[in-house]
Antibody, heavy 114, light 116 residues
Framework: EVRLVESGGGLVQPGGSLRLSCAAS????????MNWVRQAPGKGLEWISY????????YYADSVKGRFTISRDNAKNSLYLQMNSLRAEDTAVYYC???????WGQGTLVTVSS | QAVLTQPSSLSASPGESASLTCTLR?????????IYWYQQKPGSPPQYLLR?????????GSGVPSRFSGSKDASANAGILLISGLQSEDEADYYC??????????FGTGTKVTVL
């Protein structure tokens, strides 16, 4: 069974940083692209970042480019999202997702507020 | 203009069919893309329903009932999710998604389905 479990969310002040993690199991992690998707309260889904299985190709949405960094550790079956210079509009539930296969984690809530 | 546009809401009665559209922005040809469909209920992550590119290239998610099906309307440049025999448990938000070469993964604006 495929499992994706996010962690690391919480309350952070504007301008602060946070690192999200996603632990993957049930599939050969290194063989698949992974993504981060977020959903602001009461809003729709927003794709924010993509990384290939090897980590050699990375894409970002314009809304987070230059502030967020996606990475992965295939030896640990883990995906990460380093979020810097956080803004109020980054407040959302952040999901780790294997979009090409339709697998999502339960999400972790990030709240940016003073 | 959004890359993928969905009607904000749709209402139908139990047992009826509901047709959800996902219209691609002008200049993006629906025939080129696989359209992914997700269902999301309050407080839960999206659940994968199906992927549709053509009648010969489609995939329904594990455990997804056959009353969920995909198609395309080339004349409208739109992907379609058809829910047959609507049930109360189908009340949810529905999102379409594509992989676009310059925008990467793109989600539609979402449709809230209400079962009357």
């Amino acid at each position: 069974e495929v499992r994706l479990v996010e962690s690391g969310g919480g309350l952070v002040q504007p301008g602060g940083s946070l690192r999200l993690s996603c632990a993957a199991s049930g599939f050969t992690f290194s063989s698949f692209e992974m993504n981060w998707v977020r959903q602001a309260p009461g809003k729709g889904l927003e794709w924010i970042s993509y990384i290939t299985g090897s980590g050699s190709i990375i894409y970002y949405a314009d809304s987070v480019k230059g502030r967020f960094t996606i990475s992965r550790d295939n030896a640990k079956n883990s995906l990460y999202l380093q979020m810097n210079s956080l803004r109020a509009e980054d407040t959302a539930v952040y999901y780790c997702a294997r979009l090409s296969q339709g697998n999502w984690g339960q999400g972790t809530l990030v709240t940016v507020s003073s | 203009q959004a890359v993928l546009t969905q009607p904000s809401s749709l209402s139908a009665s139990p047992g009826e069919s509901a047709s959800l559209t996902c219209t691609l922005r002008s200049g993006i040809n629906v025939g080129t893309y696989s359209i992914y469909w997700y269902q999301q209920k309050p407080g839960s992550p999206p659940q994968y329903l199906l992927r549709y590119k053509s009648d010969s290239d489609q995939q329904r998610g594990s455990g997804v009932p056959s009353r969920f099906s995909g198609s395309k309307d080339a004349s409208a440049n739109a992907g379609i999710l058809l829910i047959s025999g609507l049930q109360s448990e189908d009340e949810a938000d529905y999102y379409c998604m594509i992989w676009h070469s310059s925008a990467y993964y793109v989600f539609g604006t979402g449709t809230k389905v209400t079962v009357l």
